[in-house]
């Protein structure tokens, strides 16, 4: 079992920045990849960022270039650093965390962080 608590989320306004963070516990020697994945009203989730354990990183073409993932081991955690917020970025952030791969994945969430961005 990994248990994941996220923080950092808030009303900013556009162009703003906003710093997530995201502390794993449990299991977390059987995490292979961690990442940050939103939701907005009426829209189905989706993957924003992601890491894995040998530090590569992934993100959406929507938010490359803006968005930074990052992690510390000795901390447990990840962070998803957002610059040059937009509108169309307000959503519910939730952090992720998968063991296993393919058919054998299995998903660990979060409570889910609320991110506004102000026009």
């Known amino acids: 079992q990994v248990q994941l608590v996220e923080s950092g989320g808030g009303l900013v306004q556009a162009g703003g920045s906003l710093r997530l963070s995201c502390v794993a516990s449990?299991?977390?020697?059987?995490?292979?990849?961690m990442g940050w994945y939103r939701q907005a009203p009426g829209k189905q989730r989706e993957l924003v960022a992601a890491?894995?354990?040998?530090?590569?990183?992934n993100y959406a073409e929507s938010v490359r270039g803006r968005f930074s993932i990052s992690r510390d081991d000795a901390k447990n955690s990840v962070y998803l650093q957002m610059n040059s917020l937009k509108p169309e970025d307000t959503a519910v952030y939730y952090c992720?965390?998968?063991?296993?791969w393919g058919h054998g994945r299995y998903d660990y969430w979060g409570q889910g962080t609320q991110v506004t961005v102000s026009s």
């Open positions: 992720n965390a998968h063991t296993g």
């Open positions: 449990g299991s977390i020697l059987s995490i292979n990849a």
């Open positions: 890491i894995i354990s040998g530090g590569s990183t």
